[in-house]
Each structure stands twice: as C-alpha cells, then as structure tokens.
C-alpha cells in the first residue's frame, strides 16, 4: 500500500503565500517523477508543476515565476512554495507520484488533495 498525504491548504489574501507538502509513505523501492495539479470548480484537473528524481523542473506558464517545487528523496516528500497568490489560484491541490513499489510494480499515486482558497 502506497499513501500520499498532502498539507499546508488554507485561506490567503491575494498577493499571500503558502507552502504546501506532500509525504509518500508505504512500500516504495523508488520515487520517481512527483508533482502538483489542480482542480478548479467547474473546470479540468491541471499540471501545476513537476519535478524529476534529479531535480528537474517543470512548471504551468500561469505559476512561473510565482510557484517552487522542490522534493526531499530521502523524505519521499514534495513541497510546492506559492507566492504572489491570485484568486484563479484557488482549487484543490493535489500530490502525484510516479514510483515502484517494493514489489517492483509500477504505480501512478494520487493524494487525496487540499483546498488552497485566495480571496480578500
């Protein structure tokens, strides 16, 4: 059993900032490829930011600038910084990653998300 638990939602003003993590915990041989989407109502699950086992980022053009991933393999945990928030911001965030288990199977996990609101 895989399990990816995120934390660090809330309510912000515009123009704040929030620091959300995510932990994989479980039967994991290896983490490869973690990331950040998101949900807004009404609308389709997208990318946020990705970040390779060895650092290497990618980011939605709408965060640049704005958002950081960063990981800690020896945690198996992600982190997304947010600064500068904005109101089309808000949605529920969720942690993906894309590992092995120790039973060598390959897995596509998802946490369970939380809800990051910008509003004044």
């Known amino acids: 059993q895989v399990q990816l638990v995120e934390s660090g939602g809330g309510l912000v003003q515009p123009g704040g900032s929030l620091r959300l993590s995510c932990a994989a915990s479980g039967s994991i041989l290896r983490i490869n490829t973690m990331g950040w989407y998101r949900q807004a109502p009404g609308k389709q699950r997208e990318l946020v930011a990705t970040?390779?086992?060895?650092?290497?980022?990618n980011y939605a053009d709408s965060v640049k600038g704005r958002f950081t991933i960063s990981r800690d393999n020896a945690k198996n945990t992600v982190y997304l910084q947010m600064n500068s928030l904005k109101p089309e911001d808000t949605a529920v965030y969720y942690c993906?990653?894309?590992?092995?288990?120790?039973?060598?199977?390959?897995?596509?996990?998802w946490g369970q998300g939380t809800q990051v609101s910008v509003s004044a």
């Open positions: 993906n990653a894309d590992l092995i288990t120790a039973g060598w199977r390959p897995v596509d996990s």
């Open positions: 970040i390779t086992r060895g650092g290497s980022t």
